[in-house]
Every structure is written in C-alpha cells, then in structure tokens.
T-cell receptor
Framework: GAVVSQHPSRVICKSGTSVKIECRSL??????MFWYRQFPKQSLMLMAT?????????EQGVEKDKFLINHASLTLSTLTVTSAHPEDSSFYIC?????????????FGPGTRLTVL | DAKTTQPTSMDCAEGRAANLPCNHS???????VYWYRQIHSQGPQYIIH???NNETNEMASLIITEDRKSSTLILPHATLRDTAVYYC???????????FGTGTRLQVFP
C-alpha cells in the first residue's frame, strides 16, 4: 500500500515555542492531505484539509492562526503549532488521499506525539 | 455523512473469526462504508470499503446487509496483532473527509 511518513515521531518543547511537523507521501502524489489530532483515550478529530497550492480548510473550532498548514508540493504538507502550550500536547496524525477522487482511500502517517512542557 | 454505532469493545480468541458489527441506519444511497483500524500509538490503517456488495481482500471481508443499514467486518483468523481499535466510517462520494467515531476496541487473547 501507499506509504505516508511523519517527522518527527515525537517532540518535546517548551511552552511558547513553535513546532513544525512534516507529512510526506513517499510513493505517490497527494493533492489532498488531512491533519488530525488525538487526545489520550479519544478518537481522531479532523483539524484541517490541506490542498496543494491553496489555503487549508479548517474544521470548526480549530484556530487557523495557531495551527499553520502549508502544502507546497504534491508530496509534502507541514503543520506548525505556533506558541505551543501544554494543552496542545497531543498525538498529531496526517493522512494523504490517493489520487484525485474524493472518496478514494486515505493512507495515514505513523503520527507525531507532541509534549509541551 | 451518516452516523455509525459500534460496540465499545469485543474479545476474540486467537485463531477464531472476529466479527465486528456496525450500524448505519441513516446511510444514503451514495455513501460508502469504510473500515480502518488503529493499533496503539500508531496511525490508522485502511482495511476495506464497500458500497453495497460484499467485499473481500487479503485483510478482511466486509458484509453489508441488503438494506445497507448495517455491516460486519470479518477477520477470518484473528491473531494477537489484530488487537486494535476498529473504526467503521460512512462517507459520501462527494466528500473526502473521514469522520472517526469512538470505534470498537478488539482484544484478541491467546
């Protein structure tokens, strides 16, 4: 199957700093990628849809100025958590959709665990 | 997208078939049923999807009732590595969002 990678796998940072997480589709091009957040013992929550070459679409309640998304190429999307605080500590997961058809399956990255001290 | 209902947890003996049910009584004609699973601290893994016909691949089988109001994911010979949270998701043809519910926590025991 298609492979999606994330970097870093885990990061610990101080409160107030910014953290960038990369999501890459390794063996396919992805015009659309998605970012999710998962708190302990909870399900995945969709944060935003990232389209190559255009602005991301954020879900209701997600602060676009805090969670900056850039999708500059067909294989890379980045999520930057700006001025991170302890409540931003979570498991961040990206996915990439195969092809351009909206209902094609999505392939997920392994996730990035962010801990903000 | 239609809402799904799944049991919170299930157990299955290793080597036996694991049958995971999902109710989606409000599903509409152009909505697919997707199954993903998430092993602890990993990203979700695609398993299978279908519209109205039963589907089978190397991982599992998907049985969709004739009225499409429910479906069952079958893992024919469960192994310990199949222990995970299994998510049943209904998604329309016109949308690319996957909305995850709470899923079923499957525990496979020796």
């Amino acid at each position: 199957g298609a492979v999606v990678s994330q970097h870093p796998s885990r990061v610990i940072c101080k409160s107030g700093t910014s953290v960038k997480i990369e999501c890459r589709s390794l063996d396919f091009q992805a015009t659309t990628m998605f970012w999710y957040r998962q708190f302990p013992k909870q399900s995945l929550m969709l944060m935003a849809t990232s389209n190559e070459g255009s602005k991301a679409t954020y879900e209701q309640g997600v602060e676009k100025d805090k969670f900056l998304i850039n999708h500059a190429s067909l294989t890379l999307s980045t999520l930057t958590v700006t001025s991170a605080h302890p409540e931003d500590s979570s498991f961040y997961i990206c996915s990439a959709r195969l092809g351009t058809v909206s209902y094609n399956e999505q392939f997920f990255g392994p996730g990035t665990r962010l801990t903000v001290l | 997208d239609a809402k799904t209902t799944q049991p919170t947890s299930m157990d299955c003996a290793e080597g036996r078939a694991a049958n995971l049910p999902c109710n989606h009584s409000t599903i509409s004609g152009n909505e697919y049923v997707y199954w993903y699973r998430q092993i602890h601290s990993q990203g979700p893994q695609y398993i299978i999807h279908g519209l109205k016909n039963n589907e089978t691949n190397e991982m599992a089988s998907l049985i969709i009732t004739e009225d499409r109001k429910s479906s069952t994911l079958i893992l024919p010979h469960a192994t310990l590595r199949d222990t995970a949270v299994y998510y049943c998701i209904v998604r329309g043809m016109g949308t690319d969002k996957l909305i995850f519910g709470t899923g079923t926590r499957l525990q496979v025991f020796p």
